[in-house]
């Protein structure tokens, strides 16, 4: 089906930024979780963030959408302050979710048109066909019926990117989207995201999997409370800061154009 999108297609990725964040501090109950960070995101930038459990990512998202007022700096979106708007989404870590809840694929999905309808509207054929669109985009168009609850970990996440993209966004936020999914989820949600990037679309994604960032994205943001590195993944990817950004000590193997993590024996030995 093809829909036509309000959002014009750009096969590259321009200079001027969507995104600044301009010496940003925040927090809860006077507790600042993110201290002095500063960066700048050009359109249709596909940006990693990467950091430890605590070091601040979620906290940026929610100051990004406005969901989060900055004590210091600023947050501009298009130049202008953060607040909430359609054009930006937000996809939460899945474990976040009630699943509980007793709604269906089409239910979740339609829910990504309500920013862009208001509570006085109902949805109409353009909705409708805008649902089927983003859930032929995740390959979920024959789960439509299917209790969200009763789905499998991988296939619940490519129905909240069905919502997100059901809202016709130009900024995607996105919470480690490929946490618990299974290995093909993952790869195709990134081969996602790269096109929707390479059509002038803007995406931010919070991830653990510093191999598949660094083979895949272009963009690094290194976060532990305050910013550590921003930039290409072969400028960001030292050891010096991975190791400033987890607190540990991590070994960078490089073979050709593959990167791998690996945490050393004394500090547990795991690949990321």
Known sequence: MQ???ELQPSAVTTSEPVIVVDRLTTGYHRQPVLEEISFAVPRGALV???GPN???KSTLFRAIIGLLKPWRGNVLIGGVPARPN???T????TDMVDWVFPVTVWDVVMMGRYPRLGFLRRPGARDRELVEHALEQVRMQDYRHKPIGALSGGQRQRVFLARALAQEPSILLLDEPVSGVDAPT???IFELLEELCSEGRTALVASHDLSCVAQRFSQVLLLNRRMIGFGSPERIFTQELLNRTFDSHLLLLRYGDRVIVVETPENGSHAH
């Open 3 to 5: 829909v036509q999108t």
């Open 186 to 188: 993952q790869h195709f």
């Open 48 to 50: 990693g963030v990467i």
């Open 90 to 93: 937000y996809v939460p870590q």
């Open 86 to 88: 359609p054009d930006m």
């Open 54 to 56: 605590g070091g601040g």
